[in-house]
């Protein structure tokens, strides 16, 4: 799974990049960690 974030123009600052079934924060304004096991 990829997470884009820290948007710019027409772009995102930042990206994380993590595999599926294990957690991600999400930044805010959401400022939580997502589960991502149940999208295996």
Partial sequence: MTL?????GDDYRRH??????????LPA???L???TEAFI
């Fill in 16 to 25: 994380c990049t993590i595999p599926f079934g294990k957690s991600i924060r």
């Fill in 29 to 31: 304004p959401f400022a």
């Fill in 4 to 8: 884009f974030s820290d948007p710019q």
């Fill in 33 to 35: 960690d997502l589960e």
